[in-house]
């Protein structure tokens, strides 16, 4: 069964903008805080972002902070990613996670589902 599924991956321009979607079937008990992680070929996966289920604090990993809203709608159980002001460096596969919890949040040995990731191209 399909428990996170993303979306919304695709190739811009530097300094264009994208919103990456999570469909989320995690049941609410299972899951604390949701967060966004991306992979290049070759290096660790690394946290982009991150919030409670239950709260409104969101984390940023400083690259890019005050470019990327995290934010989720839980009537829709959909997890969202505004990605704006997209940079080369921004190009990797994005992934929807969820945990019970994580300290730090961008540990990643504690979220338990993940999706299937999407891709992100930024071109200069």
């Known amino acids: 069964e399909v428990q996170l599924a993303e979306s919304g991956g695709g190739s811009v321009k530097a300094g264009g903008s994208l919103r990456l979607s999570c469909a989320v079937s995690?049941?609410?008990?299972?899951?604390?805080?949701m967060g966004w992680f991306r992979q290049v070929p070759g290096k660790e996966r690394e946290g982009v972002a991150a919030i409670p289920t239950a709260g409104t604090i969101t984390w940023y990993a400083d690259s890019v902070k005050g470019r990327f809203t995290i934010s989720q709608d839980n009537t829709k159980n959909t997890l969202y990613l505004q990605m704006d002001n997209l940079k080369p460096e921004d190009t990797a596969i994005y992934y929807c996670?969820?945990?019970?919890?994580?300290?730090?949040?961008?540990?990643?040995?504690?979220?338990?589902?993940w999706g299937q990731g999407t891709q992100v191209t930024v071109s200069s």
């Open positions: 995690v049941s609410a008990n299972r899951r604390s805080i």
């Open positions: 996670a969820a945990a019970a919890w994580a300290a730090p949040w961008h540990d990643r040995t504690r979220y338990n589902y």
